[in-house]
């Protein structure tokens, strides 16, 4: 990461920038992080967002490949529930979001790296939030140690 | 491999922030088989044209355009590979303007984000698959079952349309419901009146398409999917032949046996050859085996000899089974009231004189049981009436849900009572008034300002308690404010929520159709595809899916007929997109856990050789199943476990 985009933003941990990948499902999410770049409010340039159909497409092998190939952080959005263009793939992410907590845990990684959460395709500002949170969440917590 | 890559500026909205040099040079450093072009606006006419002869020129392997949102125009630049001769599924955009350049607070930033953006983006495109779009052929009928108002509506906005419907029915008698009742809210008309002319123009045949009517037939079961259903239908005997019979009633008169009538709840009788109810339609009677002394080994041709048409009559007759094939189904089986019986405390089929609210909507119909004349079961005019709304709505144990239509018919059950018995006193119990609409809260204007109406509000159903005191229904009550009271009462009327009935239940099961948590057939989406099932081609109108009044009703049949105008259309093959799942059978364990989660139907499993199989058409491209997969047998085209852990790796790559 470059030394500019450090210097714009003064975060807490003023050298670390950490990467998170963010999974977004097409239909809600990936069109909540649209609508919050039609806004045009700046946010924490750290989550680099990876575009599935649906948030039940999310392997956790994917989840445990971003922090194997050097994310401090992932973050998973879905519709709401009962808003899944696909009926019910917001739960099963959401079972598997379960299921991958525990496995970092195993795995001694810090749950609080994976953040599941409901965007809606009209919440812009709800996305800004949470990529904020994650960042800041991410921040604290430090790279993360991949040894 | 060679790869296209497309930089937009568009006009500045991306340029202005990230530094196209930049990239270009990032690119140049680390892929060598990339080449980088910029474009003032991609989108644009100029754009598309310059996109598509430079694709011609270069005939790239992989295409990356940089620019706005996929949601935007990856539609627009998949044509253009496509024009180009480029598979359109070899390309790959990068949102750069939505996800970059107007949300990064400086423009060095914006262009490093760029550079992991489309780094993902490159390692993600050299896997990209050839996929084609499949099309296959669809028929252009439709099934529809249900002749009430929502599938009558769909019916005729199909035929109208010149397509081909079979309309299943499982009474002798279309209409549904509201032929059933007197009056409709908000204004009071003729129920059988309003839908006398849909249902003449479809006993008629009036349209450029055709309408096959099946009265007393089911559905049995349904094969196939979306464009391509064949279903096999159950006709009961009716033991009248629907093409000779006159409708003149001679066979009616002749009949020596009575019988209670089912269509007025069993209140009143008919004879056991009858219409179901005076006025229905067809105008046939049909022959109640279970009634006619010619079941009970008797001899008796009363009803055959009478009649003036020779065969009209026929006592041969019947079950048959049909089938038909349908590109596309429509349910529109109704509603039944929740079984009043369960609410113990109100006294129904225990106390004298309370009745439910389709048993009052019989009373109150001239060709009812008591021919319009509201009366208690002894036969007198009622003085005081208590109409009990919500009786089993918004209470868990019962029905946790609003009815939203009880209201509008219980003021119009007022209004009905006044017309007749003017003197009359009329208690509505509620717990909530709901009116919503343009129309509907004139019923309560009508009625609140009569001295003879009074509301109290209740809390629960076991605040309420209806006991018989001298053969006449009394009412103890426990009001929101605690207050109690003891009415003595003539008549009880009971307002229960709809619910789905037993034939939609079981035609949810038989057709694999999701049903909600309270239990009505399951929209797509609430909102964007409220008459779409789960199930692609199965769609659902009318109270089936929830608790909806005749204007709702036959609007759902009307959008479902639209739904299947626009989707099956004549000439046109049906598209199967590649963007779906496919099952690597040689690895496939057979554990069918793909079946068990997906939300379409589309994975069955083949017996033979133990694997399960995606049906294309059926496939949503959701891609739950290849993450649920453990064997990874279940692969989702376009989004595979390889592309889209290329891309993370992509992303995440040190610089």
Not at chain 2, 299 to 321: D, K, M, P, R, Y
Request: hydrophobic share 35%; net charge negative.
């Amino acid at each position: 990461m470059n030394n500019n985009e450090i210097s714009q933003k003064p975060y807490k941990e003023e050298n670390f920038a950490p990467k998170i990948v963010g999974f977004l499902c097409n239909w809600c999410s990936y069109a909540g992080a649209d609508k919050a770049g039609t806004a045009q409010k700046p946010y924490p340039p750290h989550v680099n967002i990876i575009r599935v159909m649906c948030s039940g497409r999310v392997d956790p092998e994917f989840v445990l490949q971003a922090f194997s190939e050097g994310a401090d952080g992932v973050i998973i959005l879905a519709c709401h529930p009962g808003d899944c263009h696909y009926k019910e793939g917001n739960y099963r992410a959401r079972q598997r979001h379960q299921i991958t907590v525990n496995l970092l845990e195993a795995l001694g990684i810090e749950k609080e790296r994976l953040r599941f959460d409901y965007v809606s395709a009209g919440e812009g500002e709800k996305f800004t939030r949470v990529v904020e949170e994650a960042v800041e969440t991410i921040k604290n917590l430090g790279p993360l140690n991949h040894g | 491999m060679k790869t296209g890559v497309y930089f937009c500026n568009c006009s500045g909205n991306i340029s202005g922030q990230v530094n196209s040099e930049t990239i270009k040079d990032n690119l140049q450093s680390r892929h060598s088989g990339a080449y980088f072009k910029t474009c003032e606006l991609l989108c644009s006419e100029e754009g598309i044209n310059f996109l598509e002869e430079d694709l011609k020129e270069n005939a790239p392997d992989r295409v990356l355009v940089m620019a706005c949102s996929p949601r935007d125009h990856e539609n627009t630049f998949m044509n253009a590979l496509k024009r180009a001769g480029i598979n359109p599924y070899y390309l790959q955009m990068v949102n750069i303007r939505e996800h970059v350049a107007w949300v990064t607070p400086d423009g060095d930033t914006a262009t490093q984000k760029t550079i992991r953006c489309l780094e993902g983006a490159l390692q993600r495109v050299l896997l990209h698959e050839p996929l084609e779009m499949k099309q296959v052929e669809a028929s252009l009928e439709t099934l529809v079952i249900g002749a009430g108002p929502a599938g009558l509506s769909a019916a005729l906005k199909l035929a109208e349309a010149g397509r081909k419907v079979t309309l299943v029915e499982k009474t002798p008698f279309i209409g549904g419901m509201p032929v059933r009742y007197e009056e409709i809210f908000p204004h009071l008309e003729c129920g059988p009146c309003m839908l006398e002319g849909m249902m003449d123009r479809i006993l008629h045949n009036d349209f450029p398409g055709s309408i096959e009517l099946l009265t007393m037939a089911e559905v049995t079961e349904v094969v196939g999917s979306y464009g391509n259903f064949t279903a096999r239908i159950k006709q009961y005997p009716r033991f009248v032949e629907e093409k000779n019979c006159l409708g003149c009633d001679l066979c009616v008169e002749a009949c020596p046996v009575t019988t209670p009538n089912e269509f007025n709840l069993g209140m009143g009788e008919k004879k056991a050859i009858s219409p179901p109810l005076p006025g229905a339609l067809p105008y046939v009677p049909y022959l109640d085996p279970k009634a006619c002394l010619r079941w009970k080994e008797e001899e008796c041709s009363l009803c055959q000899e009478t009649c003036l048409v020779e065969g009209a009559i026929n006592f041969e007759q019947t079950e048959t089974t049909v089938e038909r094939n349908a590109g596309a189904i429509i349910l529109a089986t109704g509603f039944s009231l929740y079984p009043t019986e369960k609410l113990g405390q109100l006294g129904y089929e225990k106390v004298n004189s309370v009745y439910h609210s389709l048993e009052f909507e019989r009373i109150a119909a001239e060709n009812g049981p008591t021919e319009g004349q509201i009366i208690t079961r002894e036969g007198s005019f009622p003085q005081k009436v208590a109409i009990v709304h919500c009786a089993g709505s918004l209470e868990e144990e019962h029905a946790a849900y609003c009815s939203g239509v009880c209201c509008a018919y219980a003021l119009k059950f007022n209004l009905m009572i006044n017309k007749k018995l003017p003197e009359t006193e009329i208690v509505h119990f509620f717990k909530e008034l709901t009116l919503p609409g343009a129309e509907d809260y004139e019923l309560y204007k009508r009625v609140k300002d009569n001295p003879l109406t009074s509301f109290i509000r209740y809390h629960s159903s076991s605040d309420l308690f209806i006991s018989e005191k001298e053969g006449r229904p009394a009412l103890q009550y426990v009001d929101q404010q605690g207050a109690t009271g003891n009415i003595e009462l003539d008549m009880v009327i009971l307002c229960p929520p709809m619910v789905p009935g037993k034939d939609t239940v079981r035609l949810a099961n038989l057709l694999e159709v999701t049903r909600g948590s309270n239990g009505f057939l399951e929209a797509l989406h609430g909102k964007m595809e409220a008459t779409q099932s789960n199930v692609k081609g199965i769609f659902i109108a009318g109270a089936c899916q929830s608790p909806k009044d005749i204007k709702a009703a036959t609007t759902d049949g009307a959008s479902a007929a639209g739904n299947i105008l626009s989707a099956l259309v004549e000439g046109r093959k049906l598209d199967i997109s590649p963007v779906a799942a496919e099952i690597n059978r040689d690895i496939c364990s057979g554990c069918k856990v793909c079946l068990s989660i997906c939300p379409f139907k589309a994975v069955s499993f083949d017996e033979e050789n133990k694997t399960s199989q995606v049906n294309e058409l059926l496939c949503q491209g959701c891609g739950t199943c290849a993450a649920a997969c453990p064997s990874g047998a279940a692969r989702g085209k376009h989004f595979t476990d390889r592309q889209i852990t290329a891309e993370i790796k992509g992303v995440l790559r040190n610089e």
